[in-house]
């Protein structure tokens, strides 16, 4: 069988994920990135003030990314997460302080009953309440799907009859955290999906994966190595400004520093922001080119980013005994561990020592827009207060450092009627494909949402053949 000559434009996950596919079946690809480092928006450095591995934000995974576990196993690195036996959540509140969603050992969806019947500090009531979501997962047809994508969030709770209690403690905190906007801006769908594919099936399905080394090592550096070692290759500082046709197929991609790139085929793993910007240089109407499930016209205007705002902080002691919580009522939304997991054995016993009586949190702010133009003192400040908020030790511990990284356009917000103009992998040119968490996934904006379409748009170059 012929193997194929493919450039991929994009060295975040989705081409990533597309070229160690298509490497793995003999295909000499080569990878396309604009910066002078992979990943795109999933990476991780080292921070030069304290040695320690950290990510441009903290990344959660889940027993239910597929794509995601299947792809770290080509990469042997499967073994640098930690996949939770069974669901099990903190939830820090200021006037509750803690309360524990932990799903029972039992086989799925009992785990999930068991779980939010035990969800104590939440009245009987509201979990009774809860359940009623819970039941929707199993009892919606495949018909009544599509209505929920006419809905947002919030009003599909409400008719689900959720109070303002059984949102804010729950419904909120999954989906601000699973589709990084608030429940008024985001589809029901959306969340219906991720739901279900958390919950329906086996157990471990809705268990969370944690990366237990920084991004880099587990999702991208391995994966560069293995596109290098087989036959393929990653050009970093290689910015793609226009796609060439002629014969109504597309012939080579030139970049911004001057160079000419021909092959056979081509796969785009850019945002949709990218996407337009090469498109329209190159004289190329989207709306000729794209397909989208609906048929309808792939509208640009109507993708809208959603900002994540990270912040690392490095305490003086301990405040934290959580490996990671959920916040309620502040406005910070999430709080993970980081200490000493991602400290190299190489390091010292004098510093382990010293980094074992300090603490280093990563604080994360989904749906964040609003914060974007405050100023690291302020972020700052409203992290000691929000930490202080909800954990006692906070209030006598001193910031000795801190990183905060600001992701403007982290992901796109899922709002209502998207679902139906997400691209198709494949578009009305026959060797022009495209790739990115953004594209129809059937996902929020993931990890696994741009590993799965990686690796579909790879699938299908290959079928071609
Ligand atoms: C702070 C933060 C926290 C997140 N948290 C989570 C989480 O907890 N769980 C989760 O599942 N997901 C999370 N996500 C989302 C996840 O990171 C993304 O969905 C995923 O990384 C998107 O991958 P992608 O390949 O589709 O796009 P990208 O990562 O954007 O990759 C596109 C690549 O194309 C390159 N590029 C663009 N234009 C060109 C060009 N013209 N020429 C060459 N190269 C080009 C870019 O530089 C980039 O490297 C988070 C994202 C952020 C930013």
Redesign the pocket.
């Known amino acids: 069988m012929d193997k194929l000559n493919v450039i991929i434009?994009?060295?975040?996950?989705?081409?990533l994920s597309a070229a160690v596919e298509l490497c793995a079946r003999g295909h000499k690809t080569v990878v396309?990135?604009?910066?002078r480092y992979?990943?795109?928006?999933?990476y991780s450095f080292i921070d030069a003030a304290t040695g320690d591995s950290i990510d441009?934000?903290?990344?959660?995974?889940m027993g239910c990314y597929h794509a995601t576990r299947r792809y770290m196993r080509i990469l042997g690195t499967e073994y640098l997460t930690l996949l939770q036996p069974s669901l099990r959540i903190v939830f820090l509140h200021p006037s509750k302080r803690s309360i524990h969603l932990a799903c029972p050992p039992l086989p799925a969806p009992l785990h999930l009953l068991g779980g939010l019947i035990g969800f104590k500090g939440v009245p009987l009531k509201n979990r009774l309440e809860m359940l009623r979501v819970a039941k929707q997962l199993f009892y919606t047809s495949l018909s009544k799907e599509q209505d929920l994508d006419k809905l947002n969030v919030e009003e599909w709770l409400v008719k689900l009859g959720q109070s303002n209690l059984s949102r804010k403690f729950l419904w909120d905190v999954i989906t601000i955290g699973a589709l990084n906007n608030h429940p008024k801006n985001v589809s029901a769908l959306m969340l219906f999906q991720v739901l279900r594919a958390a919950f329906l099936g086996k157990r471990e399905y809705s268990s969370l994966l944690l990366p237990r080394a920084g991004l880099s090592d587990v999702l991208v550096n391995p994966a560069v190595e293995f596109i290098r070692r087989n036959g393929g290759n990653v050009l970093l500082g290689?910015?793609?400004?226009k796609v060439h046709f002629e014969d109504e197929k597309i012939i080579s991609v030139s970049t911004r520093e001057g160079k000419e790139f021909r092959a056979q085929v081509f796969l785009s793993?850019?945002?949709w922001f990218?996407l337009d910007r090469?498109l329209s240089n190159s004289g190329i109407s989207s709306e000729l080119v794209i397909k989208t499930p609906s048929r309808e016209i792939c509208d640009w205007d109507r993708f809208k980013p959603s900002s994540?705002i990270?912040l690392q902080l490095w305490f003086d002691r301990k405040i934290m005994e959580e490996e990671f919580a959920a916040l309620v009522d502040t406005r910070v939304q999430w709080v993970f561990d980081k200490s000493l997991k991602f400290l190299s054995p190489l390091v010292s016993k004098a510093v382990k020592q010293q980094k074992e009586k300090g603490q280093h949190l990563s604080l994360v702010i989904s749906g964040a827009q609003e914060f974007m133009e405050m100023s690291k003192e302020e972020l700052l400040t409203i992290a000691l207060i929000d930490l202080r908020r909800v954990l006692p030790k906070a209030k006598n511990a001193n910031i000795v450092h801190s990183v905060v990284i600001k992701?403007k356009r982290?992901?796109f917000s899922p709002s209502p009627g998207l679902e139906a103009i997400r691209p198709l992998p494949n578009t009305s040119f026959p060797n022009l494909f495209l790739a990115?968490?953004?594209t129809a996934t059937g996902y929020p904006?993931?990890?696994?949402?741009?590993v799965m379409?990686g690796r579909k748009a790879a699938e299908l170059v290959h079928s071609k053949i």
Do not use: C, F, K, Y
Not at 445 to 450: L, Q
């Open positions: 434009i994009g060295g975040g996950l989705s081409g396309l990135e604009q910066h992979s990943g795109g928006r999933t441009n934000g903290q990344h959660l995974m290689t910015e793609v400004s793993a850019v945002p990218g090469i994540i990270s992701e982290a992901t990115g968490d953004w904006a993931t990890i696994e949402g741009a379409s």
